[in-house]
Each structure stands twice: as C-alpha cells, then as structure tokens.
C-alpha cells in the first residue's frame, strides 16, 4: 500500500540554523499538508498546499516557514531560522485527487526537529 | 472556531474488554469528523470517518464511534480489546469535507491493553 514518507527521521539543530524536513507524498495525491505536535500538546495545522500555492496556513505559518515542491515527487518545509520552540515532531500528510475520499489526509511517520 | 476535546490522556483497560475513548467537538457548522490512530515510530493512521452520512460509523480493526449531535460528541468504542490496539489515537474535526481544508485534532488518548 502506498504510503507517505518523511525524511530524515530526526533532525538536531542549533538556534539560528535553516532546516528542511523532507516529504515524499502518496504519488497520485493533489493536496499536500504540514502538521507539527510539540511535545505533549495537539498535533497543529502548519499549512495545505495545492498546484503549487498554498491553500491555507494557520497563524503559526509565519514568514519563517516556507513550502515547496521542487520537483515530481518530493515537498518540503523550510524553517529558515530555527528558534527552540520550533522543537516538534513534524507530520507531512497527503489527500487523494477530488472524490468522495478527498478530504481523507494520509500521514508520514514524522521529522522529529530538536533545536538546541 | 472548532475545537475537540479528548477526555482522558490515558486509557487503560484489559484484553477483552470494552474500549470507549471520549471525544467532544466544537463547531459552528456540521461538522466532519476523524479518528486517527497511532503505533509506535508511524505515522497517524485514519481509522474511521464522519461525513454526515450515518451516524454510526465502521471502521478498520473493529472499531466503530457514533456523532451524537446533542452531545456534541463523537466517541470511539470497539467491543473487545486486543493487546495490539495498544496505540494513540486521535479525534479530528473539519468544518468541510473537502481535500486541502485544515483538521484540527484533539490531545490524543494513550490507549494501554493488559494481558
């Protein structure tokens, strides 16, 4: 069964420092999604992304964070500079071409981002 | 704006027995509806969904939860507990059932299973 990937699996940074988490989507999918938990919180809403524009982002999603898609196959977050709470896991998720199972998000296993 | 509640961060119960995991939304408009669930080092997986269609609603390995619109609730139950439901799970609401729209989850409940 295809399945969303995520890389890498954890990724140690230091204050200041630009990371970018790695997505590989289910490959038919259209709709692309990222989510962060912090530790013992809610996983949050980041960001979807459609025909390579956002379609919507949470207020978290600030000038810090950006979306892409540079390719096919692959869509990425880019923190460009990381602060200590940027510290989460970090879900990708995808949704299926439009149909009655459109609205059903399929997720990565998650980046654990550590800053310190 | 809409929310969800988990009741419980920590449910445990034995093989065999009942599994209810608590769930309550908040939302101005019908809602749609989620549970994920979560095994260790994987990601979230959709176990069930509802999309104002029945109110009772089937999901993968036995489990099954039911909108009840005056409780605002939508809990998750399944009859007897296996050693391998031991996981996470989460509630989720969207106020539209269409791809590219935001869910917002619960806390999440720990669900542990003894032997």
């Known amino acids: 069964e295809p399945e969303v990937t995520q890389t890498p699996s954890h990724q140690v940074t230091q204050m200041g420092q630009e990371v970018i988490l790695r997505c590989v989507p289910i490959s038919n999918h259209l709709y692309f999604y990222w989510y962060r938990q912090i530790l013992g919180q809610k996983v949050e809403f980041l960001v979807s992304?459609?025909?390579?524009?956002?379609?919507?982002k949470s207020e978290i999603f600030d000038d810090q964070f950006s979306v892409e898609r540079p390719d096919g196959s692959n869509f990425t977050l880019k923190i460009r500079s990381t602060k200590l709470e940027d510290s989460a896991m970090y879900f990708c998720?995808?949704?299926?071409?439009?149909?009655?199972?459109?609205?059903?998000?399929?997720f990565g296993p998650g980046t654990r981002l550590t800053v310190t | 704006a809409q929310s969800v509640t988990q009741l419980g961060s920590h449910v445990s119960v034995s093989e065999g027995a009942l599994v209810l995991l608590r769930c309550n939304y908040s939302s101005s408009v019908p809602p749609y509806l989620f549970w994920y669930v979560q095994y260790p080092n994987q990601g979230l997986q959709l176990l069930l969904k509802?999309?104002?269609?029945?109110?009772l609603v089937k999901g993968i390995n036995g489990f099954e939860a039911e909108f009840k619109k005056s409780e605002t609730s939508f809990h998750l139950t399944k009859p007897s507990a296996h050693m391998s439901d031991a996981a996470e799970y989460f509630c989720a609401v969207s106020d539209e059932a269409q791809a590219g729209t935001a869910l917002i989850f619960g806390k999440g409940t720990t669900l542990s299973v003894s032997s």
């Open positions: 998720a995808s949704s299926p071409p439009a149909g009655d199972r459109s609205y059903e998000q399929y």
């Open positions: 509802y999309t104002s269609a029945a109110t």
């Open positions: 992304f459609y025909n390579n524009e956002i379609s919507e």
